[in-house]
């Protein structure tokens, strides 16, 4: 990742998830990566880029073995005091996980892409670590709310000041160049540009909605093509010992075949 959250940039993010309408936000957010992962008991997660744990906590108490990485000691410090022993916490960055092929059932990057210095390269490995499905939750550039985050961002001090923003397509065309043409799903949320109620919040939960290209929060998800470490074999038997049994059977063939002519 091109930035690393400071301490400052993890109490202002908690200070702005406190606020109820922000809390909304989020729900939405969630609520739309659970329904496109589905995810089942007795299975691993690894959410990359997990900053303080919101992104993790919906898998809580749900039979799920959960890991999050981030390269922000100050992110990760939040994070363990939101979600206790049950997560795994490791620092590290997005491009370079230190995970093997298929450790993880399911990847996702919860506005991640945005700050990372190679998105590209962050899509790859969690493709490379999972082998049921990963999620990628952006802010839809070619959306109203993505638009007053970018405007916010020239009056104040913002995460955003460093962030890039990625459109459906983008992410679509990046797990077709990865994976090939697997089945890639997407919905949005945040269709309205403004503080987000309840009534809204009700309506956001109609599916019809939810395929409109221009809501706010987009989710994008793919199944990967797993991908099996293959170890060379060891052969047992010398080259002179395979040269002596191919000289046996020929042997064996010009006797069988002198009894035939025999016969």
């Known amino acids: 990742m091109s930035y690393v959250f400071d301490h400052q940039d993890a109490a202002r993010y908690e200070k702005w998830l406190a606020m109820e309408k922000n809390r909304r936000v989020l729900e939405l957010e969630t609520r739309v990566m659970m329904e496109m992962l589905s995810p089942v008991p007795v299975r691993r997660l690894l959410d990359i880029g997990c900053g303080t744990g919101a992104s993790l906590e919906p898998f809580l108490n749900k039979g799920i073995e959960l890991t999050g990485i981030d390269p922000s000691p100050a992110m990760l410090d939040y994070a363990a005091q939101r979600l206790g022993n049950p997560v795994d916490l490791y620092q590290g960055y997005a491009e370079d996980l230190p995970f093997a092929d298929n450790s993880f059932h399911y990847a996702i990057l919860f506005l991640t892409l945005e700050f990372c210095d190679d998105p590209e390269r962050a899509l790859e490995e969690a493709c490379r670590v999972a082998r049921d499905r990963v999620f990628v939750g952006?802010?839809?550039?070619?959306?109203?709310?993505?638009?007053?985050?970018?405007?916010?961002?020239?009056?104040?001090?913002?995460?955003?000041?460093?962030?890039?923003?990625?459109s459906i397509y983008e992410i679509r065309r990046m797990f077709y160049s990865m994976l090939g043409q697997v089945p890639v799903d997407w919905r949005t949320v945040l269709q309205f540009p403004v503080a987000v109620s309840a009534v809204l919040n009700r309506l956001e939960s109609y599916r019809i909605l939810q395929y409109s290209p221009f809501g706010g929060f987009a989710g994008i998800a793919a199944d990967p093509v797993p991908k099996f470490q293959v170890s060379p074999l060891t052969l047992r038997c010398k080259v002179n010992q395979i040269a002596a049994s191919n000289e046996q059977v020929a042997g064996w063939s010009r006797d069988y075949g002198n009894q035939k002519i025999q016969n």
């Open 138 to 166: 952006i802010l839809n550039r070619y959306s109203g709310y993505a638009l007053c985050c970018r405007m916010a961002r020239l009056f104040r001090n913002s995460v955003y000041s460093r962030a890039r923003f990625f």
